[in-house]
């Protein structure tokens, strides 16, 4: 017993001290942590028939992390796309979207610190998505979630709900993806919600 109080007393002593590199070692050099790390964040909010900010501007060749928070009691499937009518009609994204639905339907499995929803394992998603994906991110009610995509071309992206019957609730935002030296901000503040 004295020996166990000892341990847990230098543990507690040492636990202060630790860095993140004391643990990970040297994380940084980890090529999945450069692919991740992300020059820019925007924060999107989903209001009531309301998706926050209506516009954005992002660097081209940039990896942009979105934040995602919905503050409505409905959940939101929020798809990244160029031509969203072609999108919508897409099959593939269309049995994509059934199937993410399917599983945000299904009551969350917690362990611990991670949240298991039967997502799927044979076509795994990288960490920094490009538009040639389809980027897609499911929100349940009064959660947030982000994604980190690289938009490859200087152009429009249309950020808009895809889920059947939210056509009417404006939850549409325009991204306007630019070159390097005319990047408007990297971080996107919010009004406070009404």
């Known amino acids: 017993m004295h020996r166990l109080i000892v341990l847990l007393l230098a543990l507690s002593a040492t636990a202060h001290a630790l860095k993140p590199e004391d643990v990970l070692g040297e994380y940084w050099k980890d090529p999945l942590f ?32 979105f934040v995602v928070t919905n503050k409505t009691p409905m959940l939101h499937v929020l798809a ?14 269309q049995v994509y979207l059934q199937e993410d639905l399917f599983h945000a339907s299904m009551e969350p499995i917690t362990d611990g610190q991670h949240t298991h929803a039967g997502t799927a394992v044979d076509d795994p998603k990288p960490i920094v998505l490009t538009m040639d994906r389809n980027p897609s991110v499911l929100v ?55």
């Open 140 to 194: 349940r009610p009064e959660e947030f979630k982000e994604v980190i995509i690289q938009f490859e071309s200087q152009t429009s992206v249309t950020l808009f709900c895809v889920v059947s019957g939210h056509e009417d609730e404006r939850h549409q935002s325009v991204i306007k993806v630019l070159p390097e030296s005319s990047a408007v901000h990297s971080e996107i503040l919010l009004p406070l919600a009404p």
């Open 80 to 93: 990244f796309s160029e031509d969203p009518e072609t999108l919508l009609v897409d099959d593939d994204f």
């Open 34 to 65: 450069g692919a991740a790390a992300a020059k820019e964040t925007v924060q999107v909010e989903i209001l009531h028939k309301l998706l926050w900010p209506k516009e954005i501007s992002v660097t081209r060749g940039h990896n942009i992390r």
